[in-house]
């Protein structure tokens, strides 16, 4: 199991490697720096993405913005120590709750009983407002491939993929038409993080 630090202070647990795309092209920029001795470092925080889809939120406000608008809502529902806010997420039927923030996302809060500071878990809600829908070994590939790619100072194509999915990432080659999807993700993280592709 590989463990999520969150990009916010407690109580809120934010992954913003896998739900926030600021952070994330934050982090693009400040790993392409980096020389290529530390790649299989990066390779391991990719491993937060996991393999399935997930919502990534793309709007402007700041991870800790969101946890500033989360925490002020549940200060109204009367629902921010631990105790009462694990009584509001018992309360409901599918043991989370969706709320609006103040630019229209929409979040899913659960509890978070493996930390015992962080307990508020959050994360966008499926398909809503600001967000994209987006596979995890995809864009593990995608951002593994470029940042290799730059720490080598070279361009990124598809012998260098192969050689990140298979050596790096543990998966098997990609096929013309997922590289050129993968491909396609590469050239946005660049094109945000303003680096070469």
């Not at 392409?32 to 937060?48: D, H, I, N, R, Y």
């Not at 969101?66 to 599918?94: M, V």
């Not at 994360?123 to 290799?148: D, M």
Request: hydrophobic share 40%.
């Amino acid at each position: 199991m590989v463990k999520t630090i969150s990009c916010t202070k407690a109580p809120v647990m934010f992954n913003g490697w896998k739900h926030h795309l600021g952070f994330l092209v934050g982090e693009v920029r400040k790993w392409s720096g980096k020389p290529e001795q530390l790649f299989p470092l990066f390779v391991a925080k990719t491993k937060t993405l996991g393999e399935s889809q997930f919502d990534m939120y793309a709007g402007e406000l700041t991870p800790d913005e969101i946890a500033h608008d989360i925490i002020n809502t549940l200060l109204g529902f009367r629902a921010y120590e631990k105790e009462d806010y694990f009584r509001w997420i018992d309360s409901s039927n599918q043991l989370f709750w969706q709320i609006t923030i103040s630019d229209g996302s929409e979040w899913i809060l659960r509890k978070n009983e493996e930390h015992e500071s962080a307990y508020i878990h959050l994360h966008p809600a499926r398909h809503s407002r600001l967000t994209r829908r987006i596979k995890g070994n995809h864009l593990r590939t995608a951002l593994s491939t470029l940042i290799l790619a730059n720490m080598r100072k070279e361009k990124p194509g598809l012998p260098l993929m192969n050689e990140v999915r298979q050596n790096y990432l543990g998966l098997s080659r990609v096929t013309k038409p997922l590289a050129r999807e993968v491909f396609s993700t590469l050239t946005f993280f660049a094109r945000e993080a303003g680096l070469h592709s």
